[in-house]
């Protein structure tokens, strides 16, 4: 008998497929249609974290932006971009340490003319400084670039040898030479060194004069030579026409000299405060008699008055008082100390040789009585209320929440929310329901929009300002009250009222705090060993409050470092002097 071949029967003979409906081929085509749809939006959406970024799989790799000049100020570093909404400063800088911020805002220059006659003893000139250096306080803290004119500039005016062939009184020779001076800077404006900006960062003029354009020549009601707009070729065709005029010998003002026709006269300006003669002598006699009497200590008294009206502008400007952010303060009361003491001194009554006195812009000024300093758990977005926050980084936060330096990712992963500061802090604007990314691009315009700076101070934990940047941030010194303000934390944080084992609880908690401030911020900042691997659980774990605190941190650096070097450069100049200063900031405490 022959061999026979045996075969293994097939499964598909076994179970033979139905062949599938057109219906469910379609269902088919479509699911794989939508799977693909989705793969490509997620590729192409909005860039993510660079610890996500950095996998192949989402994006080739991509070298790091050029590193910016001046972008480093110690641990801080920034990237100026108008990228800076993006949710995460690592997608755009390809450097998780790196935030993104908005492009510094272009300052317009804004000049006063001193003529520092020899004549003057010194302690006149020390008195004149004391004005230009609150002057230049004034108005570089609302946005401007405050720059002191000399003869110097007015000699190196064409027109000059004009002037000097034209027979005036000295008084309206300095005059010109002022405006000889505005017509060597170009473009700006010009004010006279006791006109202040005394209103509203938002105020209709000082925002038109923050733009930087000024395409006529402009004086304003009121203010006769204390303050004018205009453009270059403007300046030195008013001036040019005034030295033809054949008066000249007996007119006491370049304002009589010049034709009306150059001028656009806009309105009485509400912000802007000027310490004329004639207001001084209407408003606050007192000074009169003291400036007849004795000149440098009258122009001492009314270096102080300014600067009581200044602080007491501010006040106005935020009738319903001060709000320090203090999330989880049961927890972190610390953490919140420094900015309390801050709005202590910003609602302290400013001393002044008039009390009661108002500025003469605003004789209907709310005289400085009680202003109300609240605390809150959540930010609210109103234009009469001053915020002062202090956000932390997640690893100072979450050790200070867990009351322990003994972190693990376990307990990261298993037993914290993530980004419980800025989900804690937007809730009341924002709701409960959206996330971290969408939370940040709105803290981001909180912190750095122009509405927001002019009504917020924001700091970290380890970067509280010293007395002397937040008095340039305000536009103001402080008084006397807060020369205390840099003194040891006390030793509990209860009110007076509180019994001897509350207070002694509070004892205990407040050192607790301390230990795990300073632990932390030795982490943040120099963690060697295993701890930082769990310092970067924690980061991953809540990327948008790590955000939030990088942008802070280097915002504020930003801010010091423009000003600084600003100051550098005008330091050889008149009002440019000033006492240094060598305060660490509010928060030196916590390193004893």
């Known amino acids: 008998m022959g061999s026979q071949t045996h075969h293994k029967p097939a499964l598909s003979n076994a179970y033979p497929r139905s062949k599938p409906s057109p219906r469910r081929a379609i269902k088919s085509v479509s699911i794989a249609a939508a799977v693909i749809f989705i793969l490509f939006f997620l590729l192409t959406s909005s860039p993510v974290p660079a610890t996500v970024s950095k996998l192949p799989v989402f994006r080739p790799t991509a070298h790091q932006p050029p590193v910016q000049p001046n972008s480093t100020s110690g641990e801080a570093k920034w990237y100026n971009d108008w990228k800076w909404h993006n949710p995460f400063s690592s997608s755009i800088t390809q450097d998780d340490t790196r935030s993104v911020l908005p492009p510094l805002r272009t300052r317009p220059p804004i000049y006063a003319f001193y003529d520092g006659d020899s004549d003057k003893n010194e302690a006149t000139k020390s008195a004149e400084a004391k004005l230009l250096l609150i002057w230049r306080r004034a108005w570089w803290a609302q946005g401007f670039k405050p720059v002191i004119l000399g003869r110097a500039e007015g000699l190196k005016n064409p ?28 473009t700006g404006i010009l004010a006279n060194w006791l006109a202040l900006p005394m209103g509203a960062y938002d105020d209709n003029l000082l925002s038109y004069l923050r733009r930087g354009e000024y395409p006529k020549l402009t004086r304003y009601e009121g203010l006769g030579v204390g303050l004018f707009s205009g453009n270059k070729a403007g300046i030195n065709a008013a001036v040019a026409k005034a030295l033809k005029t054949r008066k000249l010998p007996t007119l006491k003002s370049i304002l009589d000299a010049i034709p009306p026709s150059e001028f656009t006269v806009d309105s009485k300006p509400e912000a802007i405060a000027f310490y004329e003669s004639s207001s001084i002598g209407d408003l606050y006699k007192p000074l009169v008699t003291t400036l007849s009497e004795d000149k440098p200590a009258g122009l001492r008294d009314l270096a102080r008055l300014i600067t009581s009206h200044l602080h007491l502008s501010f006040l106005n400007t935020f009738p319903a008082g001060i709000t320090v952010l203090t999330p989880y303060e049961s927890s972190t009361s610390l953490l919140s100390f420094p900015a309390k003491l801050i709005a202590q001194s910003l609602a302290a009554c400013p001393p002044s040789p008039i009390p009661a006195s108002c500025p003469p812009n605003q004789p209907r000024c709310i005289p400085c009585l009680t202003t109300p300093i609240a605390t809150a758990n959540l930010h609210s977005n109103v234009s009469n209320i001053f915020t ?7 690893y100072t936060l979450t050790s200070l929440l867990a009351s322990t330096q003994d972190l693990t990712i376990r307990y990261i992963r298993r037993d914290t929310d993530r980004d419980r500061w800025l989900s804690a802090v937007t809730e009341k604007t924002l709701g409960k329901e959206i996330g971290g990314p969408s939370r940040i691009v709105t803290f981001k315009e909180t912190v750095a929009s122009e509405w927001g700076t002019a009504r917020g101070l924001w700091m970290t934990e380890d970067g509280s300002p010293s007395r002397r940047d937040l008095e340039w941030r305000m536009g103001f010194a402080l008084g006397n009250s807060s020369k205390s303000l ?3 934390i006390p030793t509990t944080m209860t009110s007076p009222s509180a019994s001897k084992n509350e207070i002694m609880l509070a004892e205990k908690s407040t050192r607790l705090q301390k230990e795990l401030i300073a632990s932390s911020l030795e982490i943040v900042n120099k963690g060697k060993g295993p701890v930082i691997g769990i310092r970067d659980a924690v980061e991953a774990w809540n990327m948008a409050d790590t955000e939030a605190w990088r942008f802070v941190r280097a915002f504020a650096a930003r801010e010091v470092m423009e000003r600084r070097k600003w100051e550098d450069e005008e330091r050889s100049y008149a009002g440019g002097k000033e006492e240094d200063d060598k305060s660490e900031g509010w928060w030196r405490w916590i390193r004893r």
């Open 388 to 394: 002062i926050g202090t956000i932390p980084h997640p």
């Open 159 to 186: 027109l000059y040898e004009v002037l000097q062939g034209a027979s005036m009184e000295k008084s309206l020779e300095t005059d010109f030479v002022r405006w000889l001076a505005w017509g060597t800077m170009g």
């Open 486 to 488: 840099s003194s040891d």
